[in-house]
């Protein structure tokens, strides 16, 4: 029985380590598409205050 315990440590351990990694990525892309998004509009902003209105070149 002892013998067990440090290959289920290993594996519990692996387990973690890997939702770690994948929650890391996902906090990762999130983030990546909210900055998107932020300078997305960040560049509709400044595009209609340079036409002031006036419809595209």
Do not use: H
């Not at 983030?31 to 932020?38: G, L």
């Amino acid at each position: 029985m002892s013998n067990d315990l440090p290959q289920v440590a290993s594996a519990l351990l692996s387990n973690i380590r890997e939702l770690l990694s994948q929650g890391r990525k996902q906090v990762l892309q999130a983030f990546n598409s909210a900055m998107v998004q932020t300078y997305w509009e960040i560049g509709r902003l400044i595009v209609e205050d340079e036409q002031q209105g006036k419809p595209q070149c």
